[in-house]
């Protein structure tokens, strides 16, 4: 039977690395090993060479695969796992990544293939996942770097049925395809910027507080409220009492007017929030923008970048954006206001907006307009505002980024991580 967990994307946040921990540690026992995950107990790095460079042929291996191949399982990524098997977790030593880098660099050449080392704690004890990047057309062949035992440098492994082996002449074939099908592939890579510094997590209340909901409906209902009592004046002057708004400066009756205030302030607690994250993107709490690289001598026509964000981070293009997500509702044209006769007749201003935002699964999905990457150039996109929820401050969140385009047959992938400011910010809105 197939692990419990979702394999429709690439696992990546330390949760999701998390969950697939506790699947191969549910499994039942002899649950097998596949050519996207392999498990391992007992491996000692720090003392023992051989666990050091089976845990690199494993991932040599693992970057000898065919994108095609690969690419249902966790969208092409694969993983090592050290320290867990079906029913059992025993933990390894919480080795430092430099160190594991120092280990393995021996044998895996820089980039071939791609890989990191993330720690993850489960049942108390510490377990090492090695995630290795999915293979792309026009990947060269991974080989080893340095002979071991009677493996000599420059051998090739390929995963088969679960297991890491020597290829047979038809894989050879095929890795020897995937590397020359490279000339018709997007060779791009993605890097962040940070305009403003560190990228400041939002404390954001659950509701708006219950004296600013009540000031704005008694601002909204000042027209229409009944006239103060005359007060007796002691000199005998004729009290005086400001003329209050006529209906004809007005559309709306009173009563449809009063509808439209209540019908604000129950919605509230989106507008209030919409408002604190309009402040946040004028106060430039969270800016990030991305750079396409183009390192190679080729032009990239149309090139999409599509980046995809945790889960609970929101994002933003303008201050405008939060009202338009939270799907929050206008503050009504007081009564009796010149723009609430005006503002039925004069036509809304239609903004076409070059870049998007959606929410897929609770993850938010930006879609920048495609772009022309001419050679050797780096083409620097739009700005956009992250809203990060408190919780993640001082913590690191990773994005993942696509690019493609139409004068190549595959994509450019890869994942970005940011470091989030150590203390949320709190933020004020004007009204």
Request: proline share 8%; charged share 25%; hydrophobic share 40%.
């Amino acid at each position: 039977m197939a692990l419990s967990i979702d394999i429709s994307r690439a696992l990546r946040t330390r949760s999701e690395l998390h969950g697939l921990v506790e699947a191969i540690r549910d499994a039942p026992a002899g649950e097998p090993e596949t050519d996207w995950v392999e498990w391992k107990t007992g491996f000692d790095l720090d003392k023992d060479v051989a666990h050091r460079f089976e845990t690199a042929r494993h991932i040599l291996g693992f970057g000898n695969r065919h994108p095609t191949a690969a690419t249902p399982y966790c969208r092409g990524t694969a993983y090592l796992v050290l320290g867990v098997e079906p029913s059992n977790v025993v933990g390894v030593a919480a080795w430092d990544p430099a160190d594991l880098d120092n280990w393995l660099s021996g044998y895996i050449a820089a980039g071939r293939p791609r890989w990191r080392s993330d720690a993850v704690e489960v049942d108390g004890l510490n377990v090492i996942v090695f995630t290795v990047e999915a293979p792309q057309w026009g990947d060269h062949i991974c080989t080893l770097q340095r002979g071991f035992d009677r493996h000599p440098a420059g051998r090739i492994f390929v995963r088969r049925n679960g297991k890491t082996i020597e290829p047979g002449p038809a894989e050879v074939a095929q890795l020897e395809e995937r590397t020359a099908r490279g000339a018709d592939d997007i060779e791009v890579s993605v890097a962040a910027e940070f305009p403003n510094g560190a990228l400041t997590a939002l404390v954001l209340p659950e509701q708006a507080p219950a004296d600013w909901v009540e000031a704005q409906k008694r601002d909204l209902l000042a027209p229409i409220a009944p006239p103060a009592p005359r007060r007796n004046n002691p000199f005998g002057i004729a009290s005086f009492d400001p003329p209050r708004p006529s209906r004809s400066f007005d559309r709306r009756s009173k009563d449809e007017y009063r509808a439209e205030v209540e019908a604000y302030t129950a919605g509230a607690d989106q507008v209030f929030l919409a408002r604190l994250l309009a402040a946040a993107v004028r106060g430039h709490l969270a800016v990030l923008r991305f750079a396409i690289l183009n390192p190679t001598p080729r032009n990239f026509p149309d090139a999409e970048l599509e980046v995809r964000f945790p889960e609970g981070v929101r994002i933003f293009l303008d201050e405008d954006d939060p009202a338009d997500q939270l799907d929050a509702a206008s503050r009504p044209a007081k009564y009796g206001n010149m723009a609430a006769l005006l503002a039925p007749v004069i036509p809304g201003v239609s903004i076409h907006r070059k870049h998007s935002v959606s929410y897929e699964n609770g993850r938010a999905v930006v879609r920048f307009i495609p772009v022309d990457v001419r050679p050797g150039r780096r083409h620097t996109v739009t700005e956009i505002h992250l809203g990060i929820p408190a919780e993640l401050a001082g913590t690191h969140i990773a994005a993942e980024w696509r690019v493609t385009s139409t004068g190549a047959t595959d994509a450019s992938e890869g994942t970005l991580r940011f470091a989030v400011a150590e203390f949320p910010a709190v933020p004020r809105s004007s009204v």
